[in-house]
């Protein structure tokens, strides 16, 4: 039986050991030696860093499986994550997800908004799945003209939710939360729930929607159409293209009613969310587009 993944600063002569670990996560990906050797410099963890606070790694049993690198900025209120690398053989077991919900924690704990860092092109994807947004390019140190894609984690105040758009014949699926609610009672809202620490958003997407509606998701965009922040809530909106079954009320403490809404009715409507008239007009002529062959391009509503 596998004991539990343990994670622990890194110490000052463990840094030779992070350096050529780091070199083989980069070199999972398929670079040429050259390349390689040219980033190794770039890669190299220094004693120095490993300070108590700044390289935290994760273990099993005493064998190293990847390890993070935590720095502060000019920014008070935002940090950048320079490093994040698994060891070859445990990647996509769940180590980097770990790594990176213990870095957001640390973040939180230092009052810092925001992780920023440079991506792997290969390794966007996994960022992506768990909340990070893409905010430019950068210039790589390692290599000349190449661009590295510049990402920004928003860390967790109190609220992560994520939210369906269910879509059919012209209208979106709202659910109305009951008057009873502590929180935004009597309102219209889109179906939806909070994040569990460490979970996936789209996994965590699927999951309220099974919950909520008794829906199983076939099709879903990979991106929200939008991200909507304010007083420490994080809200992310994905247009929901596929699922099975009816969709019917199975919270019923939770909400009191049902309706297929159209954009017109939108306007009329008191909902949880101000912003949800614009995002979801827009997403519903998207829809009608696509419908009709045309494209309208991606909703990019923040």
């Not at 894609?149 to 939210?163: D, G, K, N, Q, T």
């Not at 014949?169 to 729930?193: E, K, M, Q, T």
């Not at 998701?217 to 420490?232: C, I, Y």
Request: aromatic share 6%.
């Amino acid at each position: 039986m596998l004991t539990e993944i343990a994670l622990r600063p890194a110490r000052p002569e463990e840094a030779p050991l992070l350096s050529e670990l780091a070199l083989r996560s980069k070199g999972h990906w398929g670079y040429p030696p050259d390349f390689l050797a040219a980033c190794r410099a770039e890669l190299t963890v220094e004693p120095a860093d490993c300070d108590g606070v700044t390289v935290r790694l994760a273990e099993r049993d005493g064998r190293l499986l990847g390890f993070s690198r935590v720095v502060s900025t000019d920014d008070p209120v935002r940090g950048e994550l320079a490093d994040l690398f698994v060891d070859p053989g445990s990647i996509g077991t769940g180590v980097g997800r770990l790594l990176l919900t213990d870095a957001l924690d640390g973040a939180r704990a230092r009052g810092w908004l925001s992780l920023e860092l440079d991506a792997d092109p290969h390794a966007e994807a996994f960022y992506r799945r768990l909340g990070a947004v893409r905010i430019g390019e950068s210039a790589s140190t390692a290599v000349p003209d190449r661009s590295l894609p510049r990402m920004s984690l928003a860390v967790r105040l109190a609220h992560h939710v994520v939210c369906g758009a269910l879509v059919r014949d012209g209208r979106v699926l709202l659910a109305h939360r009951a008057p009873g609610r502590r929180w935004y009672p009597d309102v219209w809202d889109l179906p939806g729930g909070h994040v569990e620490d460490g979970e996936d958003e789209l996994d965590a997407l699927r999951r309220e929607l099974w919950e909520e509606l008794g829906v199983t998701v076939t099709e879903l965009e990979t991106e929200p159409v939008a991200r909507l922040t304010e007083d420490g809530v994080q809200l992310g909106i994905w247009h929901v293209h596929g699922w099975s079954g009816r969709p019917v009320n199975r919270s019923p403490d939770e909400h009191d009613e049902l309706r297929w809404v159209s954009a017109d009715e939108l306007r009329r409507l008191d909902l949880a969310d101000g912003r949800y008239v614009g995002v979801l007009t827009q997403l519903l002529g998207a829809a009608a587009l696509e419908e009709s062959g045309a494209s309208a391009g991606p909703v990019t509503m923040r």
